[in-house]
């Protein structure tokens, strides 16, 4: 069950970076003994990186970006959409239907604390300027929220549908909702919480089937519509679900 599909690119390290500049675009040039043609990618934090082969002539990196204009100028769209998305002032959490307001206070140095101070009050206090490092924070409480939500949410589940799992673990998975091994060991993927009791519901029950049935036969089907009738329809709405951009920011 794939969440928003979300394209992560792993940073490249150890390559010499050149800063160039053309037209309106500037961008990094990185050469590598790999590479077999020119390469674009547009990064959110780095922006446009050309990866050329050893010895590409690099006049003809001009032509090659004109060519790939239309798809880096919506990739460069996206990767600003991602920067908005920064430092949100509120998280709602759709799951436990709650919201936190969040604050932010600059502090100098290098630290940076989250606290919560009172019910839906989350405060990051220090270093707030590095969007990455804020990114990171809030993630980490958003799994520690999902954790504390999640992990006894199944076990209700499991005891009432009589289903029974081996062990649960919390994810920041990028392509799962969740998933069940052969024996019975459950991940959940932490931005569950962001979805409705209902979807979470159904991730749960989903997963929890999977203990009895480990594959999408009509077995399966029957069992999980026994206990959802409307497994399919919530099944197909997750697909197209809008998750906070934030949450990827660490991965791009
Ligand atoms: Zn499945």
């Known amino acids: 069950m794939p969440p928003t599909a979300v394209r992560i690119e792993n940073p490249c390290e150890g390559d ?3 800063n160039c500049q053309d037209n309106d675009w500037s961008y ?10 020119a390469s674009v990618r547009v990064k959110v934090r780095s922006g446009i990186e050309v990866t050329i082969p050893i010895g590409y002539d690099r006049s003809r990196i001009p032509d090659f970006l004109n060519q790939h204009s239309e798809w880096i100028q919506h990739r ?5 959409d991602v920067k908005e998305s920064l430092n949100p ?17 600059k502090t100098p140095g290098d630290k940076l604390e989250l606290r919560t101070p009172g019910p839906g009050q989350l405060v990051l206090r220090g270093h707030i300027d590095d969007p990455v490092r ?7 409480w958003v799994h520690k929220a999902a954790e504390s939500a999640l992990i006894p949410w199944l076990d209700r589940e499991s005891k009432r549908l009589s289903l029974q799992y081996s062990k649960v673990s919390i ?18 993927n932490q931005n569950l919480i962001f979805l409705s009791p209902r979807e979470v519901e159904y991730v749960l029950a989903h997963e929890l089937c999977h203990t009895k049935e480990l594959n999408h036969s009509k077995r399966f089907w029957d069992l999980l519509t026994s206990i959802q ?3 399919r329809s919530i099944r197909k709405g997750l697909r197209n679900h809008n ?7 660490p991965f791009l």
């Open 16 to 18: 010499q970076l050149l």
């Open 28 to 37: 990094q040039v990185k050469e590598s003994k790999r590479a077999r043609r």
């Open 76 to 80: 460069l769209e996206r990767a600003r």
């Open 89 to 105: 002032d509120a998280i709602r959490l759709e799951a436990l239907d709650t919201t936190w307001r969040v604050s932010y206070i």
């Open 134 to 140: 804020v990114a990171e924070r809030l993630n980490l």
């Open 171 to 188: 994810r920041h998975q990028k392509s799962r909702w969740g998933s069940c091994s052969a024996r019975g060991s459950i991940n959940l």
């Open 229 to 231: 009738p409307e497994a």
């Open 243 to 249: 998750l906070p951009i934030w949450i990827w920011y």
